[in-house]
């Protein structure tokens, strides 16, 4: 699970704590400038991740980890309460706040060192997927240099937990057969190089509620992206407060002002969307099966949307009862009144949309 090195020690804690701060050099130059320190940390390391914030969602192995009564756990800020409720040992939260990022990095591993030298073992319980845009990689590597060897434990993560929460599949056959993982903010705050606009991909964009404006502008001039392109914004996915914000490249940045929509949040951008549903699940499946089905036999014979529409229709009257209404097209407007979880709004062919209700 670990291994200590022989030149790891509790002084080498003190020392480093201290120049970490004061000069900002990498660790690892300063843990290897100390190589012969005298002592060595006793403890052991494991790295988690914790999900997205639903406690069902933590794997056997994090929920073990997290309810060691021994564990000293040294949490990201993200983490939910829920989660941390499950801590029976110590817990330590870091304040990793956009703009105070290093210090709290500092103190996150001042706090592990601490623990380690104590001969805890120090659970560094980390938001998502430890190696997903978490820094985990890095710490890897400064705990090897402490002379830690710690253990990784995957996490489910936002950037598909997200989505898939917020009713979207990132892949969808026929729709979408490549998915993208994107920052809003790069090291630094560098805004990262966007991918050419492809009709077959979802892009799914992490830490980028405050860059939403230009990246949804930029989208369109820079990366060649319809405007229309759909975007969903999924806040707080697998938490109490989960809600998804549903627009497209032109509009989402303003309704996400209006709706005040705040991080954590993943952004969604592509055709793989289904807008809005109330349906039973099973009424979903069937109506994205039964959608790409009808694409299928009627586009390759030439036919129209009034074609597709009737073939969706027949199939939902046929599995469903009788009385469901259907809508196909590239652009439309609509207010229809539906019997409650019997009406749907989605795509399974980028730029046409399907909006299915029973009246
Ligand atoms: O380089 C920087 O840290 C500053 C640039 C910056 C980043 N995110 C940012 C900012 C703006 C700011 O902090 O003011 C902006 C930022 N940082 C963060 C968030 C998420 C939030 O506050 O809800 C956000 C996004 C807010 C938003 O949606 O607008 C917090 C954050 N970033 C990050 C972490 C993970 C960690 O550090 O352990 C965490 C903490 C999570 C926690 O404590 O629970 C990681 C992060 N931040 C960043 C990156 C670089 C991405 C890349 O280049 O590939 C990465 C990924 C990595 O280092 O592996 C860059
Ligand atoms: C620093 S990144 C960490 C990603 C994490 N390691 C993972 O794999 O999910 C933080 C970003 O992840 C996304 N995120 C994390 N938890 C989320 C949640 N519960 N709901 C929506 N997005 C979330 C947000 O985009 C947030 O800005």
Same mark, same amino acid.
């Given at each position: 699970?670990?291994?200590?090195?022989?030149?790891?020690?509790?002084?080498?804690?003190?020392?480093?704590?201290?120049?970490?701060?004061?000069?900002?050099?990498?660790?690892t130059?300063?843990?290897?400038?100390?190589?012969?320190?005298?002592?060595?940390?006793?403890?052991?390391?494991?790295?988690?991740?914790?999900?997205?914030?639903?406690?069902?969602?933590?794997?056997?192995?994090?929920?073990?980890?997290?309810?060691?009564?021994? %564990?000293?756990?040294?949490?990201?800020?993200?983490?939910?309460?829920?989660?941390?409720?499950?801590?029976?040992?110590?817990?330590?939260?870091?304040?990793?706040?956009?703009? $105070?990022?290093?210090?709290?990095?500092?103190?996150?591993?001042?706090?592990?060192?601490?623990?380690?030298?104590?001969?805890?073992?120090?659970? @560094?319980?980390?938001?998502?997927?430890?190696?997903?845009?978490?820094?985990?990689g890095e710490?890897v590597l400064k705990?090897r240099g402490?002379?830690?060897?710690?253990?990784?434990?995957?996490?489910?993560?936002?950037?598909?937990?997200?989505?898939?929460?917020?009713?979207?599949?990132?892949?969808?056959?026929?729709?979408?057969?490549?998915?993208?993982? $994107?920052?809003?903010?790069?090291?630094?705050?560098?805004?990262?190089?966007? #991918?050419?606009?492809?009709?077959?991909?979802?892009?799914?964009?992490?830490? !980028?509620?405050?860059?939403?404006?230009?990246?949804?502008?930029?989208?369109?001039?820079?990366?060649?992206?319809?405007?229309?392109?759909?975007?969903?914004?999924?806040?707080? !996915?697998?938490?109490?407060?989960? @809600?998804?914000?549903?627009?497209?490249?032109?509009?989402? %940045?303003?309704?996400?002002?209006?709706?005040?929509?705040?991080?954590?949040?993943?952004?969604?951008?592509?055709?793989?969307?289904?807008?809005?549903?109330?349906?039973?699940?099973?009424? $979903?499946?069937? !109506? #994205?099966?039964?959608?790409?089905? %009808?694409?299928?036999?009627?586009?390759?014979?030439?036919?129209?949307?009034?074609? #597709?529409?009737?073939? #969706?229709?027949?199939?939902?009257?046929?599995?469903?009862?009788?009385?469901?209404?259907?809508?196909?097209?590239?652009?439309?407007? %609509?207010?229809?009144?539906?019997?409650?979880?019997?009406?749907?709004?989605?795509?399974?062919?980028?730029?046409?949309?399907?909006?299915?209700?029973? !009246?």
């Amino acid at each position: 699970m670990f291994t200590i090195s022989p030149r790891a020690s509790s002084s080498l804690y003190t020392e480093t704590s201290v120049t970490f701060v004061a000069s900002g050099m990498s660790s690892t130059a300063l843990f290897s400038s100390n190589p012969s320190s005298p002592s060595s940390p006793t403890g052991r390391l494991t790295m988690v991740g914790a999900g997205p914030g639903d406690p069902n969602l933590l794997t056997v192995a994090a929920l073990h980890s997290i309810s060691d009564p021994e %564990a000293l756990v040294i949490s990201d800020r993200l983490v939910s309460q829920e989660i941390l409720d499950l801590v029976k040992g110590e817990v330590r939260v870091a304040n990793k706040s956009p703009g $105070c990022a290093d210090k709290a990095q500092n103190e996150i591993y001042t706090w592990c060192l601490g623990g380690l030298a104590e001969g805890k073992h120090v659970v @560094r319980l980390k938001i998502g997927d430890p190696f997903v845009f978490g820094r985990g990689g890095e710490e890897v590597l400064k705990f090897r240099g402490m002379g830690v060897e710690p253990k990784v434990i995957p996490g489910v993560s936002a950037v598909f937990a997200a989505p898939l929460l917020g009713g979207i599949p990132v892949t969808h056959r026929g729709v979408a057969n490549q998915v993208v993982m $994107c920052t809003g903010y790069g090291r630094e705050g560098t805004s990262p190089d966007l #991918i050419k606009y492809h009709p077959d991909q979802t892009v799914v964009f992490v830490m !980028a509620v405050g860059r939403l404006r230009e990246l949804s502008r930029k989208l369109i001039s820079m990366a060649g992206y319809p405007p229309d392109t759909p975007v969903a914004i999924v806040e707080q !996915a697998g938490n109490p407060g989960q @809600r998804t914000i549903r627009g497209n490249l032109v509009d989402i %940045a303003d309704k996400a002002e209006r709706e005040n929509v705040k991080p954590p949040s993943t952004i969604v951008v592509g055709d793989t969307h289904i807008y809005a549903e109330d349906m039973t699940d099973e009424m $979903c499946s069937s !109506a #994205i099966t039964i959608s790409q089905e %009808a694409f299928q036999m009627n586009v390759t014979k030439g036919k129209v949307y009034a074609t #597709i529409a009737a073939h #969706i229709r027949a199939g939902f009257d046929k599995s469903f009862g009788r009385g469901w209404n259907c809508v196909v097209g590239r652009s439309f407007g %609509a207010f229809v009144t539906h019997e409650i979880k019997t009406y749907m709004y989605f795509t399974v062919v980028p730029g046409v949309y399907i909006l299915l209700w029973k !009246a």
